[in-house]
């Protein structure tokens, strides 16, 4: 009877310390499996996806600045100095 309710507690045990470590790491977990569902997927393809690569590294965002198409103008830089 000893025997039997040993391996009851460590059986309890087990499992309560899976639950634990699934809480614990269900953010590491979910990132892990979507991972691993993402690179098994047969439908997928790294180069179907649109990475812009032909955008400007330095965009103008401010279409009112001071910067000018023409290299010759006579526009103050927009470097400040400290």
């Known amino acids: 009877m000893g025997a039997v309710m040993t391996v009851l507690i460590a059986i309890g045990g087990v499992i309560i310390g899976w639950i634990t470590i699934e809480i614990a790491c269900k953010p590491c977990l979910e990132k892990g499996c979507d991972a691993i569902d993402h690179n098994l997927d047969p439908d997928y393809d790294l ?36």
Do not use: F, G, M
């Open 47 to 82: 180069d179907d996806q649109d990475n812009n690569i032909r955008a400007p590294l330095n965009p103008n965002l401010d279409p009112d600045s001071n910067q000018s198409e023409d290299p010759d103008s006579t526009a103050p830089p927009l470097i400040k100095s400290v």
